[in-house]
């Protein structure tokens, strides 16, 4: 359990200025309470890490005091920059949930930044959004509390499941989601399991997945026409909503090289707030998938939590 120590917390009337310490500020469901950059929008609260601050202090040649950068809540104790949206920093019943790393420079129309040529804000800062609102003060811990990435991997195969073949296409998705979830500073658990090609079993697997939320669940095996192929099948009937575009492109993209690929059933979804995708059950067939895949898992996750960082 990570702590993280409230050193000020400030606010301003107006936009483009340093905001001014206060002794306390309260939160609601659009911000900070009489603070300009409150509103209905993904961006409502910003902290800044001292430690930023004192690296930029010393490039500055000067001290650089709270609010300076414009954050709302001035904070030590973890490196804030290296969270990541959906991440939450909880105090009692207040809850806040990191929407967005950084931003755009104002360049000439930031004050920092025509003092000395750069800003700390828009590369180390972080923004949140008030899911329970509350009161903050200089003195306060937040919690800090990664959103942990709960990734389930099924591998449908008969002759795996009795231990007649090593199981290789599991094992190589589970390496490539660890390696795409430390790129994006997202914390994780993998479970994997291998099933035999049993609609029944397959069917029970998933609905606990959702019932236990997880964030997204990955099949190999079975997306072909052969009789035992039959992930697709019993996949599709639970989707709340298909994501057809991203086996679209993978189809056409693998089946100018090979036309096998045409073949491939496979499918991509969400059950709830699980997003799910089939894939094949060969090595190559993973790799190619998961390429794709992975480019899209991040505004899949942000767009079922109801954040637009397009705003």
């Known amino acids: 359990m990570t702590k993280v120590d409230i050193l000020s917390v400030n606010i301003s009337n107006k936009k483009g200025i340093v905001k001014k310490p206060v002794p306390l500020i309260k939160l609601n469901e659009i911000g900070v309470t009489n603070d300009a950059h409150a509103g209905n929008w993904h961006r409502q609260v910003s902290l800044l890490a001292q430690e930023s601050i004192d690296k930029f202090s010393e490039q500055a040649k000067r001290k650089i005091e709270f609010g300076e950068f414009a954050e709302n809540i001035t904070t030590r104790g973890i490196t804030l920059h290296k969270t990541a949206p959906l991440d ?147 996949v599709k009937p639970l989707l709340t909503k298909e994501i057809p575009g991203i086996m679209e492109l993978i189809r056409v993209k693998y089946g100018m090289e090979k036309a096998n690929a045409l073949v491939s059933r496979g499918i991509a979804g969400i059950m709830g707030e699980t997003l799910i995708y089939t894939l094949p059950g060969s090595p190559k067939a993973v790799n190619e998938y998961c390429v794709e895949i992975f480019k899209t898992i991040e505004h899949s996750l942000y767009m079922l939590n109801e954040l637009d960082l397009h705003a």
């Open 88 to 234: 939450r920093f909880i105090m009692g019943d207040m809850i806040l949930e990191v929407t967005q790393i950084g931003k755009k420079c104002h360049g000439d129309n930031c004050s920092i930044f025509r003092e000395i040529g750069n800003c700390v804000m828009p590369k180390e800062g972080i923004f949140c959004r008030v899911l329970k609102g509350g009161e903050l003060k200089a003195g306060d811990q937040l919690e800090y509390q990664p959103r942990i990435m709960k990734t389930l991997i099924i591998t449908l195969s008969d002759r795996a499941s009795r231990g007649e073949y090593e199981d290789k296409s599991g094992p190589l998705l589970k390496k490539m989601a660890e390696d795409f979830f430390k790129s994006k500073n997202r914390h994780f658990d993998i479970e994997t399991i291998i099933i035999p090609d049993n609609e029944k079993q397959l069917k029970s697997i998933l609905l606990k997945a959702q019932a236990e939320n997880y964030d997204m669940v990955f099949t190999t095996g079975g997306t072909g026409i052969g009789p035992k192929d039959i992930t697709p099948d019993v």
